[in-house]
Structures are given as C-alpha cells and as structure tokens.
C-alpha cells in the first residue's frame, strides 16, 4: 500500500526518533515516503497515497482533501488525536489507525520508577551530591552503612510495595519489584485479574485499605478527569511513617498539598519525576531535601519509548511481517 508519512516540526521535539523508525519499517513492507515540514509550511497532498501517516499537527477537511486515494491514517498532535479528525475520518468511512494505548512509554517509565525506588532508598543521589563537595561523605556512623532509618531504606527485597494502579505502567513496576522480592499489592477496579498475578502483585479492592502498611507508596495512574485527586489527602494521612513515595506518572492523581506537608515534616521520603507545578521553582523547599529524590519529569523519552511508539504501530498493518522487522538504525545519530 502506497503510504506518505508527513512531519511537522512539533512532531520531532517530542518524539525526535519515531518517524524516522516509522520509516525504517515500513520500507520492507510498503512502497512509502517521508516528507519533513519546515514551520510555515504546508503539505501539497498526495493524490496516490493510500495511506498516511500525519505526525504533530491536526488534519481538517480541506488537508484530507488532497489525499483523496488514502483508505487508512494515523493522527496525532504530537501526543494524541484531535477529535475532530476522528470524527473526519469517521465520517469518511477511513479506516483509522490507533496506538489503543500509551504502552509504547511503559517500560521506560516502569523501568525508571524502579531506579527512583533504588536511588531512594539507598539515597544514592544525595551521597553522589556530597561527594562532590564534602569528605565528610565517607563519614559513616556505622562503617558503609548510608541508609536513613527514619524512612524506607536498604533493599526493596522484603519491602512491602503498594501500587495504585496495574495498567502498563504499574504492572511492569509491580513486576520488578516483585522479582526483587518485595511483598506487592495493588489497587486498580478496571484491570483483570491476569494484570495482578503475571505481575506477583495480590489485588487488593479497597484502595482505603491499600496504603495502611505500605513502605513503599506509588500511585501509578494516568491522570484523566476521574483519576485527579483519587490519592486523596485522608489516604496520604494514612500511609505509615517513613513510608517512601513513588511519583513516576503524573502528580496531580495525588492530593499534592498533603503529601507535600508530610515529606516537609519528614513524615514521609519522596522520589519524584513528576510535581504539580513544572518547572518545579528554584526555591521550592523539596529541592536539595535529605528525604526527596527528585528528576526533572524524563522517565518516558527515551530512545527505546521513540522506537516503540513506531513499532506499536507498524504492528497492526495487515501487511505486517516480523520476520522482515530491521534492527534500528536511527540509534546512529543519538
């Protein structure tokens, strides 16, 4: 099937690594071309192409129009869909390729939550930091031992982690630490049961009773309307002392003021790649804390979350075959 991919300059600044990969896989299988967009500028339309692939901008009507052969399309804004194209599509009778879910993302955000955990329970960032600046760093009270006993510390092995949520993220983050050793649950009223035991995590159904034991605390949601908030303040008062908290997803599925106030009065320890206010401000007082591990919100773009986002798709061409899948060439330039 004759396919156009067409770029817009947004599209690169947040996934800078796809089209290029979206290229590479469909060459074995199509007869495609790939057409960058410098800003300003618009796209003359294919009168051939069957399929398209429009990246980083809203499609409308008038656009559509000079694909007039195109039988399926893939859109998005950068992040998602507009609506109103679906809704175009729809009306056309297109068939409209989706990615169904964020899954693409999973693992490297998964695998970042991991290493927050890690980093925080054995304050690996703090230590790197005083290193830099003070020999009193290699001033143990006890000799090698780092950790903080007024919060979660040493190995996850042993731990008992509570995971809100068991989607893709969270099922993978479940999965990790469970293979380390840690007592899971987890709380999520819309996944099946496979997404609790391929993850060794056990379901728990109240998401009131899920935090009450908790050593480590992650909230592991995506925020939508009815997930914001859904960490309420009560729940946050009611997770154990010294209880570590995992934010790898968004901040704001959490009562933020209330779990702010407790890591502020070292009630609890926090690793953090996400906040409710972004750019988190210079002098924000979870900076620099002894108890906060904080990043600056990359735990899903990587190269790898880059390529997934474009295999996830080739993936669902009828003409897809794996055995013609070529190794990823694109990693050349990073």
Same mark, same amino acid.
């Given at each position: 099937?004759?396919? *156009?991919?067409?770029?817009?300059?947004?599209?690169?600044?947040?996934?800078?690594?796809?089209?290029?990969?979206?290229?590479?896989?469909?060459?074995?299988?199509?007869?495609?071309?790939?057409?960058?967009?410098?800003?300003? *500028?618009? +796209?003359?339309?294919?009168?051939?192409?069957?399929?398209?692939? @429009?990246?980083?901008?809203?499609?409308?009507?008038?656009?559509?129009?000079?694909?007039?052969?195109?039988?399926?399309?893939?859109?998005?804004?950068?992040?998602?869909?507009?609506?109103?194209?679906?809704?175009?599509?729809?009306?056309?009778?297109?068939?409209?390729?989706? +990615?169904?879910?964020?899954?693409?993302?999973?693992?490297?955000?998964?695998?970042?939550?991991?290493?927050?955990?890690?980093?925080?329970?054995?304050?690996?960032?703090?230590?790197?930091?005083?290193?830099?600046?003070?020999?009193?760093?290699?001033?143990?009270?006890?000799?090698?031992?780092?950790?903080?006993?007024?919060?979660?510390?040493?190995?996850?092995?042993?731990?008992?982690?509570?995971?809100?949520?068991?989607?893709?993220?969270?099922?993978?983050?479940?999965?990790?630490?469970?293979?380390?050793?840690?007592?899971?649950?987890? @709380?999520?009223?819309?996944?099946?049961?496979?997404?609790?035991?391929?993850?060794?995590?056990?379901?728990?159904?109240?998401?009131?009773?899920?935090?009450?034991?908790?050593?480590?605390?992650?909230?592991?949601?995506?925020?939508?309307?009815?997930?914001?908030?859904?960490?309420?303040?009560?729940?946050?008062?009611?997770?154990?002392?010294?209880?570590?908290?995992?934010?790898?997803?968004?901040?704001?599925?959490?009562?933020?003021?209330?779990?702010?106030?407790?890591?502020?009065?070292?009630?609890?320890?926090?690793?953090?790649?996400?906040?409710?206010?972004?750019?988190?401000?210079?002098?924000?007082?979870?900076?620099?804390?002894?108890?906060?591990? +904080?990043?600056?919100?990359?735990?899903?773009?990587?190269?790898?979350?880059?390529?997934?986002?474009?295999?996830?798709?080739?993936?669902?061409?009828?003409?897809?075959?794996?055995?013609?899948?070529?190794?990823?060439?694109?990693?050349?330039?990073?």
């Amino acid at each position: 099937m004759r396919t *156009t991919i067409v770029v817009h300059p947004r599209f690169d600044e947040i996934w800078p690594f796809a089209a290029d990969r979206l290229h590479e896989l469909l060459q074995p299988i199509a007869e495609v071309a790939l057409t960058r967009l410098e800003p300003g *500028t618009a +796209h003359a339309g294919d009168p051939t192409a069957e399929r398209l692939f @429009w990246l980083g901008a809203a499609l409308d009507a008038a656009t559509l129009d000079g694909f007039p052969a195109v039988r399926e399309v893939f859109s998005t804004e950068g992040y998602r869909s507009n609506g109103e194209t679906n809704a175009l599509l729809e009306e056309r009778g297109i068939r409209r390729i989706d +990615h169904g879910s964020e899954g693409y993302w999973a693992q490297s955000v998964s695998e970042f939550a991991l290493g927050l955990t890690i980093g925080a329970l054995r304050r690996i960032p703090q230590t790197h930091h005083a290193m830099l600046t003070d020999l009193s760093a290699w001033d143990y009270p006890a000799e090698q031992f780092g950790d903080d006993p007024a919060f979660a510390s040493g190995t996850v092995e042993g731990k008992r982690v509570r995971i809100v949520g068991a989607g893709n993220i969270a099922s993978r983050y479940a999965s990790f630490v469970n293979m380390l050793g840690a007592d899971v649950a987890a @709380w999520d009223p819309f996944a099946s049961d496979p997404s609790f035991h391929r993850a060794g995590s056990r379901r728990e159904y109240s998401l009131e009773r899920l935090p009450l034991d908790a050593e480590i605390f992650a909230p592991m949601v995506p925020l939508t309307p009815s997930t914001e908030g859904i960490v309420t303040a009560e729940i946050i008062r009611s997770l154990p002392v010294g209880c570590l908290v995992v934010l790898a997803t968004r901040a704001r599925v959490c009562d933020v003021a209330e779990l702010r106030r407790r890591v502020l009065a070292d009630e609890l320890s926090l690793a953090a790649d996400v906040f409710d206010l972004e750019p988190v401000p210079f002098d924000d007082p979870l900076l620099g804390r002894h108890n906060v591990v +904080h990043t600056p919100h990359n735990a899903g773009r990587t190269i790898d979350s880059n390529l997934r986002w474009a295999e996830l798709l080739v993936a669902q061409l009828e003409e897809y075959d794996p055995e013609k899948v070529p190794a990823a060439s694109v990693r050349a330039r990073a």
